[in-house]
Each structure stands twice: as C-alpha cells, then as structure tokens.
C-alpha cells in the first residue's frame, strides 16, 4: 500500500511539475527598489520598459502591438509595469498580457502602495500617466513616450540598437 501510495505521489509531482514548466512566469511585485534592480539586470542591453495598465484604453490597443514587437525583435528586452492606480488586479493584469502575447516578457505589478514613491523612483517628473515607455538603449541612455508609442519609433529605435551589437 505505501510503495502505491508513493509511486502515485510520484507520478503526481512530476505531473505537477511538467505543468509548472509550461506556465507563464508570475508576475513580480514592483516596489521599492526594483527600478535600480532592473536597471542593473538590463546593463548593455537595449531595453523596452512599458508602463501601462488594466484601466487604461490605449494600453489595450497598445499591449498586443508591443506583443508582435517582442516577437519580432529578440534582440530588445522587453519589461513590462502595470503601474495603475486602481487596487492591484493581478489576474486581470496577466489575463491581458497573455492574451498580447507577452506572457514571456518580464512582467511587474506595481505593489506599493505607495506609488508616488515608485515613480519618483523611476522619473522625479512623472506625474503617473499611463501608457509610457521607456527605451533604453545598450549605453544607458533613456528616451521617454509619453502616451502611445508609434510602432514606426520602436522600429527605428531597435534597429539602431541592433546595428550597433
């Protein structure tokens, strides 16, 4: 009885874990820090970082493009921040990013609730509005779109990237 007992045990771990292998990375809590965290982890790297949110009607029109951008451009990092104001919906919040294709994408969740602090953090000017997007090239250096991105940009801007690795 205990050898069945362990040998289905077993077969449901390993179950479990092939599971777990194919899901979609949790979303991680942003807060206090993790700007600088992020910052350092994307060293030389160019990186996309877009701030968007569950309640905001152009980021629903937005995400699924910078989705097909992802795909399309393996050599950007692409960062993803729910920095809404509305109560942390982290379901609603992944729900949107798989349905755009961005599930594999490095995805935050504001998570302080603080979020003047997390901002400040991020850009002492930024009053808080949603969508922007940070693009950061391999040498540091950031340019910000506030509001929508044109696609047109991202283009141009990862192009110049890529021409220099």
């Not at 771990?13 to 292998?21: D, K, Q, R, T, Y």
């Not at 990186?47 to 980021?59: A, D, K, M, R, Y």
């Not at 969740?109 to 997007?133: C, K, N, Y």
């Amino acid at each position: 009885m205990r050898r069945r007992f362990a040998g289905l045990l077993g077969a449901g771990i390993l179950i479990a874990s092939a599971v777990g292998l194919g899901a979609a990375p949790a979303l991680k809590p942003f807060e206090r820090g993790t700007w600088q965290s992020l910052l350092k982890g994307h060293a030389g790297r160019p990186t996309l970082v877009h701030f968007w949110g569950v309640t905001c009607g152009p980021c629903k029109v937005e995400l699924p493009l910078l989705g097909q951008f992802a795909k399309e451009h393996p050599g950007i990092d692409v960062v993803t921040i729910s920095a809404d104001l509305v109560p942390n919906l982290p379901a609603a919040t992944q729900s949107m990013l798989d349905r755009a294709g961005l599930s594999s994408a490095e995805n935050f969740i504001f998570s302080d609730g603080f979020v003047e602090r997390l901002r400040f953090e991020i850009d002492p000017a930024w009053q808080g509005d949603i969508p922007r997007t940070m693009l950061i090239a391999r040498d540091g250096s950031v340019t910000t779109i506030e509001g929508s991105a044109e696609m047109a940009d991202l283009e141009k801007w990862s192009g110049q990237q890529l021409a220099i690795h």
